[in-house]
């Protein structure tokens, strides 16, 4: 059972600032990617970044492109997504994901991958 705890939500103004954080437990070993995904009202589940772990490259939607950085300390076995200038259409759920797939797969966007999931964090962005 993999575990993921995410926290760091929160309400800010448009051009803001936040920090999200994802800390995984449990096997959380036996995955070897980790995503962020979010969910706005009434429109599916995106993903909106992913890290390989073991090397360290990440992939980006192209909606948060140069604004989201994904990143991870392996020691605490965290993931963070900082998220700048932030717009009023980054609001949504926002949830932490592990999954062990291939280096190619660890996508936003890939698809037929079984991921693990946090209970997931709100973001309000308010312009």
């Known amino acids: 059972q993999v575990r993921l705890v995410e926290s760091g939500g929160g309400s800010v103004q448009a051009g803001g600032s936040l920090r999200l954080s994802c800390a995984a437990s449990?096997?959380?070993?036996?995955?070897?990617?980790m995503g962020w995904f979010r969910q706005a009202p009434g429109k599916e589940r995106e993903g909106v970044a992913t890290?390989?772990?073991?090397?360290?490259?990440?992939d980006y939607v192209d909606s948060v492109k140069g604004r989201y950085t994904i990143s991870q300390d392996n020691d605490k076995r965290t993931v963070y997504l900082q998220m700048n200038s932030l717009k009023p259409e980054d609001t949504g759920m926002y949830y932490c994901a592990a999954a062990a797939t291939l280096e190619g797969l660890c996508r936003p966007r890939s698809r037929g991958t079984s991921w693990y999931w946090g209970q997931g964090t709100q973001v309000t962005v308010s312009s």
């Open positions: 890290i390989y772990t073991p090397r360290g490259n990440t």
């Open positions: 449990g096997y959380a070993a036996v995955t070897n990617c």
